[in-house]
C-alpha cells in the first residue's frame, strides 16, 4: 500500500475544502494526478491590490500558484508522503484584472528522494498572466 499515490479526488478535496487560506481565496480544483494539476479561483473585488489599474494582489496570483505547485507535486507521491514548500519563485508577466477567473496549470518538472520541482503557468482569459516554479519537501511518515 505505501507505493499507491494519494487519490487525485483526495487531493483536490483536501486543497479546497481543509485549508482556510484556500477557501479565503475561493480557490477550487479541476484536476489533479500524475504531476500536474490545475486550479482556478475567481476574481473578486477584495483581491485587487491596486484600485488605480484595478490590479489584483500578487499575492493571490503567488498563493494560486504555490497551491497549484503542491497539488501537482503531491499528485506523484504515496499516501503516507506530503509536501511542503521549499522554494517559489514568481514571474509577473502581465497585470490580473477584474475579469475572469484565474487559471494555473501546472506541470512536475523532476521528482527527487527529497523535493519536487514544479512549474506553473497562470492565466486570465487566455493571456499569460504569471509564470511561477516551486521547489516542494518532500515529507515521510515516520515508521510506526
Known amino acids: 500500500m505505501a507505493n499507491q499515490t494519494v487519490d487525485p479526488k483526495d487531493i483536490l478535496r483536501i486543497m479546497e475544502a481543509h485549508v482556510p487560506f484556500n477557501r479565503l481565496l475561493g480557490i477550487h480544483g479541476e484536476s489533479a494526478g500524475n504531476g500536474r494539476a ?8 477584495d483581491h485587487i491590490g491596486d484600485r488605480r489599474r484595478p490590479a489584483l494582489h500578487g499575492g ?6 504555490d ?5 501537482a507535486a503531491w499528485s506523484t507521491l504515496s499516501a ?3 509536501v511542503s514548500t521549499v522554494d517559489l519563485t ?20 523532476r521528482k527527487g528522494n527529497r523535493v519536487c520541482h514544479v512549474r506553473v503557468r497562470v492565466t486570465q482569459d487566455g493571456v ?3 509564470e511561477g516554479r516551486g521547489v516542494y519537501n518532500i515529507h515521510r511518515r515516520a515508521a510506526e
Not at 493571490?60 to 500558484?65: E, M, N, T, W, Y
Not at 497551491?67 to 497539488?71: D, S
Open 38 to 45: 490545475v486550479l482556478v479561483v475567481p476574481v473578486r473585488e
Open 90 to 109: 514568481v514571474d509577473f508577466l502581465e497585470p490580473a484584472v477584474l475579469g475572469g477567473p484565474l487559471r494555473a496549470e501546472a506541470e512536475l518538472v
Open 60 to 65: 493571490v496570483v503567488s498563493a494560486l500558484i
Open 80 to 82: 503516507e508522503e506530503s
Open 128 to 130: 499569460l498572466v504569471a
Open 67 to 71: 497551491t497549484a505547485g503542491g497539488a
